[in-house]
């Protein structure tokens, strides 16, 4: 196997994906439009690339697999605008190409299950822009193409221990919301095991085994750390912002059967508890 990948917007779980990758002898290639961060990378050893059309397509000359995880803004995808003929181009010479995509593709189900095969009906912009990006790379013929849908990201840097110590963590409770998580260690050996055992065409969902109320996260980790939880707020009354609220807006279980049967995937953290565990205990061992 051929060992470079190009990781189109090389965030947060791209980065924890290179964490895995670098020491295995693969070569990844980070763009970024911050001087800054091509310097964090490099010293991450990942080869910084500045978000510019003929470098991107030049690099795309050079690799053998490409995780694109920018999202799509107001204009669409912001990976296709820079590349997306280059890609079409290359196509057939790809072993594998990664789309980091939303579970908000499938719009609120009122609580109840979904997986791969539940019909898309994004109720929000963000899930439908989400949705279009996921078809605009689609049409793209022979492009060995793998659609991984992501729940609510949480792990090193960001999760609930932040807000809680900061004390803007929130409570807020609307009856029969749930929502599903997945730990970014556990984004990276997902999208591993699907470079390892390429299926061109696959969508899978990224998610824990137990999808929960947000509230039980915010208490569970005000728990863990010995302080106060905040008080519980009714959603009906609660001053929210737009995108805050938005996010109540859908309800849903989301099934992760696939990534265990079909990539043999045995999660880290199969839940939050032993997610939230593990980041405090990491941050003991740091310290």
């Known amino acids: 196997m051929t060992k470079r990948l190009l990781s189109l917007g090389h965030g947060y779980s791209a980065q924890a994906l290179a964490r895995q990758l670098l020491p295995q002898g693969w070569t990844v290639i980070g763009t970024t ?19 510019d059309r003929m ?26 605008r820079l590349c997306g003929p280059a890609m079409a181009e290359r196509a057939a010479q790809l072993d594998w190409v990664g789309y980091l995509s939303t579970t908000g593709v499938y719009g609120d189900h009122g609580g109840g299950w979904v997986d791969e095969d539940t019909p898309l009906t994004p109720g929000t912009r963000r899930g439908a822009m989400r949705l279009a990006a996921e078809d605009a790379w689609r049409a793209i013929p022979d492009l060995p193409l793998h659609i991984f849908r992501l729940a609510g990201i949480y792990g090193p840097g960001r999760g609930p221990f932040a807000k809680v110590r900061a004390g803007t963590a929130r409570r807020i409770v609307k009856p029969g919301q749930v929502f599903s998580r997945i730990h970014v260690e556990d984004i990276a050996q997902v999208l591993e095991a699907s470079i390892r055992q390429p299926d061109p065409g696959a969508i899978y969902n990224l998610c824990d085994d137990d999808p929960a109320p947000p509230q039980e996260v915010i208490l569970h980790a005000a728990e863990l750390l010995g302080v106060t939880p905040p008080p519980e707020e009714p959603f009906e009354s609660a001053e929210m912002g737009a995108m805050a609220r938005s ?16 990539l043999g995937v045995r999660l880290y953290y199969p839940d939050y508890r032993a997610g939230l565990a593990a980041l405090l205990a990491a941050e003991g061992d740091a310290g």
């Open 33 to 51: 439009r911050d001087p800054a961060k091509a310097e964090r990378f490099r010293a991450e050893g990942v080869v910084p690339l500045l978000w």
């Open 55 to 80: 470098a991107v397509e030049e690099a795309l000359g050079r690799v053998s697999h490409v995780l694109i995880s920018a999202g799509p803004d107001s204009d669409g995808d912001p990976s296709l």
């Open 247 to 262: 996010f109540y807006a859908e309800s849903k279980r989301v099934s992760n059967r696939r990534i265990k049967e079909e």
